[in-house]
């Protein structure tokens, strides 16, 4: 078991770029969470989903955010026009059903230069 | 909004030293999670208790559901317990909201 897998560890982008992060949860497991991790907003809940469904997506930032999970064994999180303010590190976690443990990647550290 | 208030927001610690990291929450918690960061890591999962006490090593989570309050307890500090701890909760909309961490120093 390798653990909630993250991509890429690190990504620069330019003002105005996309950004695709990726996600692998844990074998598994049915839920899969992504947050925001910032030194000034600490961590936030960003979006939700359970059996490949979206359950919960009150945290993302509806204009340029968007999150899928086309398959049980990946999730992405798409970043259109990135701002500096979207500068981050972005973190997927996984449990086995929304009622056990959360699991965390190691997070993809967005820098948006 | 949901509303998880961690204290202290940081300490220092010599080591041996005990520790008490304290965690309120403004709603019922269905769930409750702590998680240690180290700088640069990734969070770890160190008790999932939304009520009662558990021991693991040094570390015992104490969680009084009724009373909206969880307490993490460190004894005989290690410079390795160096990090940030993080308390998380799921009102039962199945998300957890986290607390801003307390940061913990312990010196040699």
């Known amino acids: 078991n390798a653990g909630v897998i993250q991509t890429p560890r690190h990504k620069v982008t330019g003002k105005g770029q996309e950004a695709t992060l990726w996600c692998e949860p844990i074998s598994g497991h049915s839920a899969v969470f992504w947050y925001r991790q910032t030194i000034v907003q600490g961590l936030e809940f960003l979006t939700y989903f359970r059996n490949q469904a979206p359950i919960d997506d009150s945290g993302m930032p509806k204009e340029r955010f968007s999150a899928q999970m086309p398959n049980q064994s990946h999730s992405t999180l798409k970043i259109q026009s990135t701002q500096p303010q979207d500068s981050a590190v972005y973190l997927c976690?996984?449990?086995?059903?929304?009622?056990?443990?959360?699991?965390f990647g190691a997070g993809t550290r967005l820098s948006v230069l | 909004g949901q509303q998880v208030q961690q204290s202290p927001a940081s300490l220092v610690l010599q080591e041996g030293e005990n520790a008490e990291l304290q965690c309120n929450f403004s709603?019922?918690?269905?769930?409750l999670q702590w998680f240690y960061q180290h700088p640069g890591g990734r969070l770890v999962s160190l008790f999932y208790n939304p009520s009662g006490t558990k021991h693991t090593g040094r570390l015992t989570s104490t969680t009084v559901t009724n009373e909206r309050r969880s307490s993490l307890h460190i004894s005989s500090s290690q410079t390795t317990d160096s990090g940030t701890y993080f308390c998380a909760i799921d009102t039962g909309y199945q998300n957890f909201y986290f607390g801003k961490g307390t940061s913990l120093t312990v010196i040699p």
């Open positions: 976690a996984s449990s086995l059903d929304s009622r056990n443990t959360l699991y």
């Open positions: 709603s019922t918690a269905t769930r």
